[in-house]
């Protein structure tokens, strides 16, 4: 009914950008919050930012994970239901599988629920 799709990784050197994007279409109301994690082989999936929707583009509250901020920006484009991240001055420490996360009321059930994608993988070399 919903589903997530996301593009944009890559094998980048250290210092290089890359952008990730993730769409999100189906049976959508309302999507609550929208954003990216990653998880590295033999680590724990962590949150790299998140945007908080809120009721207008003006509410809009962007968490960042400490070790990404002042590098990552993350957007959102609430006509097009998609959510872009921004990564620069990379470093080997980011390579890792990047998954999109949505909480998204879905049309029909009366309820939010967490949706993934199927992640796309980022590599940075030394």
């Known amino acids: 009914q919903v589903q997530l799709v996301e593009s944009g990784g890559g094998l980048v050197e250290a210092g290089g950008s890359l952008r990730l994007s993730c769409e999100a279409s189906g049976n959508i109301f309302r999507i609550n919050r929208m954003g990216w994690y990653r998880q590295a082989p033999g680590q724990e999936r962590e949150l790299v930012a998140m945007i908080d929707t809120g009721d207008s583009q003006r509410d809009e509250r962007p968490t960042y994970a400490d070790s990404v901020k002042g590098r990552f920006d993350i957007s959102r484009d609430r006509a097009k239901n998609t959510v872009d991240l921004q990564m620069n001055d990379l470093k080997p420490e980011d390579a890792a599988t990047y998954y999109c996360?949505?909480?998204?009321?879905?049309?029909?059930?009366?309820?939010?629920?967490?949706?993934w994608g199927q992640g796309t993988q980022v590599t940075v070399s030394a």
């Open positions: 996360n949505a909480d998204i009321f879905v049309r029909g059930l009366g309820f939010s629920y967490d949706f």
